[in-house]
């Protein structure tokens, strides 16, 4: 999914294993077609810790689920309130160890650690 304003890649899998396909798919030909475009922003989706390899960010994304059977809410609902605290407390640890610093508005980097 892609705009001017930038691109959010997704991968749900296959029927076969094929190794790499994943990585192949959400991140080395998506980062590829936003370079080329010159898009501002690539979201390869959610998780996290195999994303500071390829030099991503850790972000929060989101997700639309239609959920008929009135219980379900509930339990989804108990559910997101403990995840969303577990994933900001995921976010915050792995920022720590993103690929590249934070720059400050003048556009310096900061100083050494």
Known sequence: MF????LCGRYWGCVDDV????FEC?????????????LPV?????????????????V????AHWL???????AVARFLARETSAIAEA???LT??????????TGEPPPPA
Do not use: N, W
């Open 60 to 63: 929060t994304t989101r997700s």
């Open 42 to 58: 690539f979201e390869g989706g959610a998780q996290g810790a195999h994303k500071l390899a390829r030099g991503l960010d850790p």
């Open 68 to 74: 008929t059977p009135p219980a379900m809410h509930d």
């Open 91 to 93: 976010v915050d640890e």
């Open 96 to 105: 720590e160890h993103r690929a590249y610093r934070q720059f400050r508005a």
């Open 3 to 6: 705009d001017q304003r930038g």
């Open 19 to 22: 190794p790499c396909l994943h």
């Open 26 to 38: 959400c991140y080395y030909q998506m980062i590829e077609f936003a370079i080329e475009r010159r």
